[in-house]
């Protein structure tokens, strides 16, 4: 089996700043690309940013320049750096990996974290 445990959200301020982590642990093979998605009331789960095993990145047209995607291969960790938050960012964030795990090395399969919440005050 594979687990992404994410670290706990929180009330930030707006134009504050907050970092969320996600680690994956389990079975895991290799990790392909890693992401960060959010979900806020009443909306759809939208993607924030992808990065690459090789460290490519994508953001969402919003977050560019505000938050930065990292990831360290040798901990099979996600980060997600954000700053100048502001109260459109107030979402569920949810991280997402592609994984191949031990019993089937060939095959990716996309795997979930259980999600945290974020709140930006105004």
């Known amino acids: 089996q594979v687990q992404l445990v994410e670290s706990r959200g929180g009330l930030v301020q707006a134009g504050g700043s907050l970092r969320l982590s996600c680690a994956a642990s389990?079975?895991?093979?290799?990790?392909?690309?890693m992401g960060w998605y959010r979900q806020a009331p009443g909306k759809e789960r939208e993607l924030v940013a992808t990065i690459t095993r090789g460290g490519n990145t994508n953001y969402e047209d919003s977050v560019q320049g505000r938050f930065t995607i990292s990831r360290d291969n040798t901990k099979n960790t996600v980060y997600l750096q954000m700053n100048s938050l502001n109260s459109e960012d107030t979402a569920v964030y949810y991280c997402?990996?592609?994984?191949?795990?031990?019993?089937?090395?060939?095959?990716?399969?996309?795997?979930w974290g259980q999600g945290t919440q974020v709140t930006v005050s105004s």
């Open positions: 389990g079975m895991i093979f290799s990790i392909d690309i």
């Open positions: 997402n990996a592609k994984i191949s795990t031990l019993e089937a090395p060939l095959r990716l399969a996309h795997y």
